[in-house]
């Protein structure tokens, strides 16, 4: 522990190391003879971490509030202690600085335990209510989805083809087309590999045959757009030729995780053709070997497919032939 002119602070590397090697510690944060004590400490075989302030004499503990999080009441030498700590090993790291939050508030800030268990909590809260930026992959899958959304308006209108865009609903493919269903997945590698989500992704519905168009994008060129410029150019469309079926494009962008105040300085361009491949040729999990117990125990499959240099299926539907970013 380093005693800054802030106030103490417990290193997660000093804390790391002791859980390494399964010792138990205690890192005082306050000064001997202040009230409460407070202190920083490694649980005994070093494999929880927890706080413990010390209760005055009419003390209780706070109510934990959060379902990761327990509050108990200890023993030591003729003391009474708050201690806080949590059941979910893997988050100690994320837990270390929560401890220290809190810790921090009284020893520095001089709140009570109840102010600086609760002013913690809010915010964190407010911190993890904040619309958070898509990821990498959301990003670009939404660009192909709506790249795909463009080439099916020319053929069936803009109305029809929002309509068709089921993917954002959580619908096990992300088009619902006349005669046949459509999942798009889009990549950032030079290979097409493409992740997988559940055992039905592939799987075509009966008499409905899907297909799998595979797009790899690269950063940057001449053509390149970001996200927000595609979802604009296709709002500015929409809002041209079919403006009643607005407000359902807008919902289908906030469902995909889409907001205007995103950060977005990420440029795209297509970086090979569209591929467009029928899915019953493709390999896919299959389940249905397993006994009915076994397969009811498993909630949830993800696997990477990789189709680099699969040829093209014959006679693909048409309406992607002319295929370009919005």
Not at 82 to 91: N, P, S, V
Not at 170 to 180: Q, S
Not at 191 to 216: E, Y
Not at 283 to 306: C, F, G, K, N
Request: with cysteine.
């Amino acid at each position: 522990m380093t005693d800054s002119p802030a106030g103490p602070h417990v290193g997660w590397t000093d804390v790391e190391f002791y859980l390494g090697l399964g010792l138990a510690t205690t890192f005082p944060l306050s000064r001997p003879g202040t009230h409460p004590q407070v202190s920083y400490v490694v649980e005994h075989g070093g494999k929880d971490i927890s706080l413990h302030v010390e209760l005055d004499r009419h003390g209780c503990i706070p109510h934990a509030a959060l379902p990761t999080i327990r509050i108990d009441q200890i023993a030591d030498l003729g003391h009474r202690y708050a201690r806080i700590r949590t059941d979910r090993t893997e988050l100690l790291r994320d837990f270390h600085d929560f401890l220290c939050a809190v810790g921090d508030r009284i020893v520095i800030h001089g709140r009570s335990l109840d102010q600086a268990y609760a002013e913690t909590v809010q915010a964190w809260s407010a911190l993890l209510d904040r619309p958070r930026a898509l990821s990498l992959e959301k990003r670009i899958g939404l660009i192909g989805e709506l790249a795909v959304l463009g080439a099916l308006s020319k053929e069936y209108g803009w109305s029809a083809a929002i309509e068709s865009w089921t993917g954002p609903n959580r619908e096990e493919h992300d088009f619902g087309l006349p005669g046949y269903d459509l999942e798009v997945k889009t990549t950032a590698s030079e290979q097409r590999r493409h992740t997988i989500h559940g055992i039905a992704q592939l799987t075509p519905a009966p008499d409905r045959p899907l297909w799998l168009a595979s797009l790899q994008l690269t950063r940057g060129g001449t053509a390149s757009r970001t996200l927000a410029e595609c979802a604009q150019a296709v709002r500015g469309q929409v809002t041209e030729q079919a403006p009643a079926a607005l407000p359902h494009l807008d919902r289908q962008l906030v469902a995909s995780g889409w907001s205007e105040t995103s950060p977005d300085d990420e440029r795209w361009t297509l970086r090979s053709p569209l591929l467009l491949l029928d899915a019953e040729g493709l390999p896919r999990l299959d389940l249905s070997a397993l006994p009915e117990a076994a397969r009811e125990r498993i909630s949830s499959v993800t696997y990477t497919l990789d189709v680099t240099d699969l040829p093209a299926s014959p006679q693909p539907p048409s309406v992607l032939a002319d295929f370009r970013l919005p």
